[in-house]
T-cell receptor, first 112, second 111 residues
């Protein structure tokens, strides 16, 4: 069964717009969330990680986490065509536990 | 710093054939992971090692898949008798600590 669910499956955002991606874990044992970006034909690369309730911002990217609902979201402001990619959310039991459970991904397309 | 390297980059097989994938992790990384990523889906962990020890292989189809990391550095993933359902990209990742770094993957097509 899928323990990490992402929504929407795909998203089209105009260039310069805001993209919002969602992710929820059904496993109440997870404590850590990771966001990876995978451009077509390339390997996943980590964007951001979050472990505490609240918000974390790095440049145009902001991640929120609500630990009570095990929901995390990724927001990309001023979206660029180069942001078009598959965005993967992953959860783990602890920081160094190693085992990441990935969601199915959100395919983001930025239209010029 | 060199990244995770994998070979081959592509493989095309008939059902029933065997194939091996090779991974060279980032130097100094003690943990190595193998993932299977079907097209347009998220990666699914098959097995992971810390040094030469298998930590978790619960998702590895043991009747046809095997993985080794004999000296705690490079690793080989082998499929004994490939099926069409094995068509996917096989990703290797390594870590020393929390963040996993992925290799370019091997794209496998089973006809």
């Amino acid at each position: 069964q899928q323990k990490v669910q992402q929504s929407p499956e795909s998203l089209i955002v105009p260039e310069g717009g805001m993209a919002s991606l969602n992710c929820t874990s059904s496993d109440r044992n997870v404590d850590y969330f990771w966001w990876y970006r995978q451009h077509s034909g390339k390997s996943p690369k980590m964007l951001m990680s979050i472990f505490s309730n609240g918000e974390k911002e790095e440049g145009r990217f902001t991640v929120h986490l609500n630990k009570a609902s095990l929901h995390t979201s990724l927001h990309i402001r001023d979206s660029q065509p180069s942001d078009s990619a598959l965005y993967l959310c992953a959860a783990s039991l602890n920081y160094n536990q190693g085992k990441l459970i990935f969601g199915q991904g959100t395919k983001l397309s930025i239209k010029p | 710093e060199a990244g995770v390297t994998q070979s081959p980059r592509y493989a095309v097989l008939q059902e029933g054939q065997a194939v091996s994938f090779w991974c060279d992790p980032i130097s100094g990384h003690d943990t190595l992971y193998w993932y299977q990523q079907p097209r347009d889906q998220g990666p699914q962990l098959l097995v992971y090692f810390r040094d030469e020890a298998v930590i978790d292989n619960s998702q590895l189809p043991s009747d046809r898949f095997s993985a080794v990391r004999p000296k705690g550095t490079n690793s080989t993933l082998k499929i004994q008798s490939a099926k069409q359902g094995d068509t996917a990209t096989y990703l290797c990742a390594s870590s020393y600590g929390a963040e996993q770094f992925f290799g370019p993957g091997t794209r496998l097509t089973v006809l």
